[in-house]
């Protein structure tokens, strides 16, 4: 194939076959930003950035770069900035991409939602910068989203344990 591809000029290189997914029950071709945040790589995801999707793929876009931005926050000064700023979309769209969620989850329980790490990231960075208020207010939002950060007290306890950093930080 490859000689006659050169013999003749032509690029026939296969297309790779296309994916589909299941949302709101149907099932769709995936797309952009299905397939960026799938493929975990930073690049491909900022690329997706500005793409019209699904509001569940819009949240695991916006979760995959805080996530990986996050690994990198104390290497990079663009990437923890990247990791602030990214989380706190995040956090704005969040009431509508809770819903899509919520029902994309539906199975699960009327509540639920999967595990959000964009809300202990931000507080976690928030809280290295010094602004204790703002990363507990991130925990209180969570918790009104009846949220679990998989720590021992949850975010009660990281509430608890940023209140100790900053009188820490005063003395």
Known sequence: M???SKLFGLDMQP???QTFITRDGLLRPSDKVFDAWTAGDLGRLLAAL???THPVDR?????SIVELTYKDRNKSGKMRELCESI????LKEFPTLAIALRKEFKGYGADFLPRVTTFQHLATL???DGKYD???????MALSYNLHDRTAGGFESRIDRIRKKELKARM
């Open 59 to 63: 949240h695991h876009l916006l979760q």
């Open 134 to 140: 703002e990363a507990v207010a991130i925990c209180k």
């Open 126 to 128: 928030l809280t290295e």
């Open 15 to 17: 297309e790779p076959p």
């Open 50 to 52: 500005e793409t019209p």
């Open 87 to 90: 989380s706190r979309l995040h």
């Open 2 to 4: 490859r000689f006659f």
